[in-house]
Nanobody, 126 residues
């Protein structure tokens, strides 16, 4: 079992930046690929970014590529998402997720992930 707790969300103006964190506990963090997803009101949860278990490979949704950066610190059991040039359409609840099944890869589907956090709200005002 892995427990994931997101933090760092908040209200920011368009063009601003935020850094989300996801603290993991339980099993060995370094054995999991990790991902960020988001869900806006009335919409399906969508993939944002993923990072392989060692951190050597990353993958981004087209909508955030060039603006967001996913990273991890396996010594601190923590996943990060640096979000720059934020837009109102980035407003959503952001979730981190862990995948034991695809540890060496960067999965982008909800069903590829085994564990989920409860989310942190990000609101971008125009």
């Amino acid at each position: 079992q892995v427990q994931l707790v997101e933090s760092g969300g908040g209200l920011v103006q368009a063009g601003g930046s935020l850094r989300l964190s996801c603290a993991a506990s339980g099993r060995t963090f370094a054995n999991y690929a990790m991902g960020w997803f988001r869900q806006a009101p009335g919409k399906e949860r969508e993939f944002v970014a993923a990072i392989s278990m060692i951190g050597g490979t990353t993958h981004y949704a087209h909508s955030v590529k060039g603006r967001f950066t996913i990273s991890r610190d396996n010594a601190k059991n923590t996943l990060y998402l640096r979000m720059n040039s934020l837009k109102p359409e980035d407003t959503a609840v952001y979730y981190c997720a862990a995948s034991i099944t695809f540890g060496t890869m960067t999965p982008s589907e909800n069903y590829d992930y085994n564990y989920w956090g409860r989310g942190t709200q990000v609101t971008v005002s125009s």
